[in-house]
């Protein structure tokens, strides 16, 4: 099911247009940037070897492609808070054409990738419906859907950029089938996102499904914390991390996007009291047991309403840091008010001077200074920086193989 843009009404798709013009970066390329950028953007590259840097969470946005959903509430102005949501979710990515927004967008993110001055390849994510626990679709909690054949058509077109990572409800019926579709063309990751896809990680219901993940050898991408795109109180409970322990006792190999950076959920070890999922988040890491099966993804650690406590505490950590992959959550870094800039010089992570040139790196490429931000920021206190390793995805490399 597609929600069409030529279906809506002509003032409609004029305001969508208007909401969806992107800040210029027609060129890309770090060359393009201004001359005082050019040493911060050079040294952002120093230190990672011949080894690609790797972006493990790339989201990919489909309005018209075959087989994507919108929900329509997403993009109607009777719901002003999810509308403009949405209009700044698209102007993110750099495309104003929507009459041609599916292809667009690719070609914007293959643009935007092909500005690193160093080999770069990025985890592009399907998501898959909304569905109950009875097995059936629930397109009123869908808010949107990407289908995996799409992702893996791209990386297939595009094997030395795109690496597919297919999204999979486990409480569909035929879940366990999809998994072994997808294991034999050689996808290795699967994205979840709880809270809006309703999927309990504690469920046991997701048994089978944590089995047949283990005997493929594939990753779980899970987020966890609060997710903004949802607002219901039972549906946040979903995305805590104590609840992956399921998972990870089923010996599959998990991945927490944003370290479960924001928000907070019942302490389920200490059930009736609050604790924060960045903190339980924590726990989980302390754990010896998961050592070797549990990662996770700085992606969105920069964004303002994260800041400043959880990527404080992760510059202090070098022993967390040794589990940590790289992340961007594209498309949005290309949100300004999202990434201010402003904040990281304010509070010592960044100096003013990196401060107006990574200002300046944001707007001609979001992708770039995604990476070169994080590249950059250090501890006040101590003056560490993230360790290079995070870009590469030396974490997931160096552990032991998933079992097959």
Known sequence: MSLHLSALPRNLRGLLLAFSVALPDATASAEALYPETASLVERAFQGLGTTPIVDFHVHLVALEAEGAYVNPKKLSPSRPLEWVKTRLYLRASGVGDLARFDEAYVERLLERASGFPHPFQFYLLA?????????????????????????????????????????????????LEELDRWAARGVRFVKWLPNAQGMDPSDPLCDPFYARMKRHGMTLLSHAGEEKAVHAKSAQALGNPLKLRRALDAGVRVVIAHCGSLGRNEDLDRPGRLASNFDLFLRLMSEERYRGLLFGDISAMTQVNRMPGPLRTILERPD????????????????????????????????????????????SNPLLGDFVLKRTIRDPASGRGLDPRIFTGHALRSAPPASR
Request: glycine residues 6%; neutral net charge.
């Open 320 to 363: 967390l840091q040794e589990r940590l992959v790289n992340g961007s959550d594209y498309p949005l870094p290309g949100i300004p008010r999202l990434t201010f800039i402003r904040q990281f010089a304010y509070l010592g992570f960044v100096t003013e001077v990196e401060a107006r040139a990574l200002a300046k790196v944001f707007k």
């Open 127 to 175: 998501i898959d419906y909304h569905y109950g626990k009875d097995g059936q679709r629930d397109l009123a909690h869908t808010e949107f859907f990407v289908p995996n054949e799409l992702v893996v058509s791209l990386a297939e077109r595009h094997p030395e950029r795109i690496v597919p990572v297919v999204s999979v409800h486990p409480y569909r019926k035929d879940a």
